[in-house]
């Protein structure tokens, strides 16, 4: 990827890979074996700027570029995919969907206090019984006068258990199909907003996931995103601009695990040599870099896609599904050449392992970006 960057990206590079592995890095073991949010994360990551890479500076942002956040997403990601997804949504999806379709005055309440880590953010799309199929969502508004009251459940929703402000995705009218949904935004302690379940998750346990409930929630009509009816494009476009932050942990994961195991093979002697040495490891290691180096490819073209205003939908969708299956072959590799040291908790490659397979489930699983793709084939 390096070859393919400017200058300005380099040193951009340099200055994160710089500050993750000062600020970050050396508190990664203790929040991941903590399992709760890393609160801690979010002041550093804010105080440093990131959150607002992309915002326009009239919001408090640094006004970057889509490459940069991608950028910065794989950096993060190198310490901890925990730490990235914690980063992904101030710094990409809900700060997009509020400055792309909400009001002045939303983008003034929540954008430069979300990228100052006063407020944390959440995106709140899938159901228990809605997650691939997001357009089924079952969670309602109904209009009384100048408020609207929101009733459903919301299923492992990032940051929910410590979010200040949700966008929560409802439809207006379920007769109209996707034409229903609608984007809300709702504060914590607003009256009927409760959090339920924190799940207990394979991976990413220095982030979170929680159950949201919404009974009777009232909250005003200028709590309202974008156009009634519109909602789900809202979810659309923001998602799309996620996928590539998604492949962004992905390869952070995967440069990371590949780094790991070209310390230990060449470290970890067996038959009298290193055991980098054996022409059958080297190939596993040729293999691994190669889907490193592929998935870089694939996400700096989405992420250059995006910045040139063209359509990415397809691109972020291949970047993401290759990154998210190559990082799972990788960390699976990098764990299989660590021996048994490699299964245990001593090893960085045991939570790669872990954290690769949450990747292929959010943000769309492997299955849901195989049929975004298929149906961009035929268009
Ligand atoms: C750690 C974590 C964080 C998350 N954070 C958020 C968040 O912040 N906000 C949010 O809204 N959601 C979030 N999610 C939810 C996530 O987006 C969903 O889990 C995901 O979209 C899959 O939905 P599901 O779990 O209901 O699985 P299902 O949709 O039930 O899928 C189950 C299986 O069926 C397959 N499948 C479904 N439909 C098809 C099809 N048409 N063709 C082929 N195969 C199919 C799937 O690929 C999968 O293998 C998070 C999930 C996790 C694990």
């Known amino acids: 990827m390096e070859n393919l960057l400017t200058e300005a990206e380099l040193s951009f590079k340099k200055d994160v890979r710089e500050f993750v592995n000062k600020e970050l890095m050396p508190h990664v073991e203790e929040w991941e074996s903590r399992k709760e949010y890393a609160k801690e994360s979010v002041k550093k990551i804010a105080d440093y700027g990131l959150f607002g890479i992309m915002v326009p500076p009239e919001y408090g942002g640094l006004g970057g570029t889509v490459t940069e956040y991608l950028i910065a997403s794989i950096e993060i990601a190198r310490a901890s995919v925990s730490l990235a997804s914690i980063f992904g949504s ?3 999806i809900f700060t997009d969907a509020i400055l792309n379709f909400g009001t002045e005055e939303q983008k003034k309440k929540y954008v430069p206090a979300v ?5 944390i953010a959440c995106f709140a799309v899938t159901e228990p019984a809605a997650g691939s199929d997001a357009a089924n969502i079952a969670t309602t508004a109904t209009r009384d006068g100048d408020e609207w009251i929101l009733n459903g459940a919301k299923a492992f929703i ?6 200040d402000v949700v966008l929560v995705f409802a439809t207006v009218d379920k007769s109209l199909g996707t034409r229903g949904i609608t984007a809300f935004l709702v504060e914590k302690g607003t009256p009927g907003f409760t959090v339920g379940k924190v799940e207990e998750l394979l991976g990413l346990h220095a982030s979170s996931a929680a159950e949201l409930f919404f009974r009777d929630c009232r909250v005003p009509a200028s709590a309202v995103v974008g156009e009634e009816g519109k909602g789900l494009r809202i979810a659309f476009a923001s998602l799309d601009l996620g996928r590539i932050h998604v492949a962004g942990q992905a390869i952070g994961l995967a440069e990371a695990a590949l780094e790991a195991t070209l310390t230990y093979t060449a470290d970890r ?3 009298g040599r290193p055991i980098g040495n054996f ?3 080297q190939w596993m290691l040729a293999d691994m870099s190669v889907m490193v180096d592929a998935a870089n490819l694939l996400a700096l073209r989405a992420a250059r896609m995006a910045d040139a205003g063209k359509d990415y ?3 972020a969708a291949k970047a993401k599904l290759y990154a998210a299956e190559s990082a799972a072959d990788v960390a699976r590799k990098a764990v299989q050449l660590h021996g048994g040291y490699g299964c245990t908790r001593d090893m960085p ?12 489930i959010y943000e769309g699983t492997n299955e849901i970006h195989r049929a975004v793709i298929a149906r961009s084939l035929r268009s």
């Open 90 to 92: 101030p710094a990409g």
């Open 115 to 119: 990228i100052s880590g006063d407020m």
């Open 158 to 163: 990032t940051a929910g258990d410590v979010g």
């Open 269 to 271: 002697e067996q038959f």
């Open 279 to 281: 022409q059958g490891v």
């Open 313 to 315: 939908g397809a691109a």
């Open 349 to 360: 490659v045991e939570r790669y392992y872990r954290d690769a397979k949450l990747i292929e």
